[in-house]
């Protein structure tokens, strides 16, 4: 099994251009996560999917960021225009129906300079 | 009292010695309680969790020690090895394991040889 794969690994931008990153969870699984880490708030939930239907998206900073799941084997998380502030490691898990275990990938390193 | 307060925030134990990790909750509806390990470059792992009906669960070196009419739980790493050393992370969420989870800020464990 591959485990969730996360696009790209690192990321490079500077403020105020778009970035889209991408997270493939595992076959089968039905419900997606997408987490911030930073130093400051350490790991935060950013929006929550089950079953490609976004349920809980509190979490999500501003309108600057917006996320989508078209399909149940693909999901971006997408930044418009990126702000220095919005440098941090973002990771994508994924669950199983029934189950309680959380999956997650090896996350994105993005830097907005 | 979405929060789930994590301390201490780094950790040293000498190789064989005892790590313990506390955790703080406020929301009594909290019914589930994992603990996540997460190595640099990676992402978090579950480690371990207990649900509110017991107040303690082991498996192999690592057990979660639960007060429920303290709404404290810990982690108790016995034995502790160099391989250990990692962030550690509690958390919690309602609606069982298939709730949002609430991380603490995290620990950083260093085991010395």
């Known amino acids: 099994d591959a485990g969730v794969i996360q696009s790209p690994r690192h990321e490079v931008t500077e403020m105020g251009q778009e970035v889209t990153l991408r997270c493939k969870p595992i076959?089968?699984?039905?419900?997606l996560f997408w987490y911030r880490q930073t130093m400051m708030r350490g790991l935060e939930l950013l929006i929550y999917?089950?079953?490609?239907?976004?349920?809980?998206d509190s979490g999500m900073p501003e309108d600057r960021f917006s996320a989508k799941m078209p399909n149940a084997s693909f999901s971006t998380l997408k930044i418009q225009p990126s702000e220095p502030r919005d440098s941090a490691v973002y990771f994508c898990?994924?669950?199983?129906?029934?189950?309680?275990?959380?999956?997650f990938g090896p996350g994105t390193r993005l830097t907005v300079l | 009292q979405q929060q789930v307060k994590q301390s201490p925030q780094s950790l040293i134990v000498q190789k064989g010695g005892i790590s313990i990790i506390n955790c703080a909750y406020e929301?009594?509806?909290?019914?589930?309680f994992p603990w996540y390990q997460q190595f640099p470059g990676k992402g978090p792992a579950l480690l371990i969790a207990i649900r509110p009906d017991v107040s303690e669960k082991k498996e192999g070196r690592f057990t979660i020690s639960f007060n429920k009419s303290a709404k404290q739980f810990s982690l108790h790493i016995m034995d502790s090895q160099p391989g250990d050393s990692a962030t550690y992370f509690c958390a919690a969420s309602k609606g069982g394991s298939q709730g949002n989870l609430i991380f603490g800020k995290g620990t950083k464990l260093s085991v010395k040889p």
């Open positions: 929301n009594t509806a909290f019914d589930y």
């Open positions: 898990a994924s669950r199983d129906s029934g189950t309680d275990t959380q999956y």
């Open positions: 999917f089950n079953n490609n239907v976004p349920i809980d």
């Open positions: 076959s089968g699984h039905n419900s």
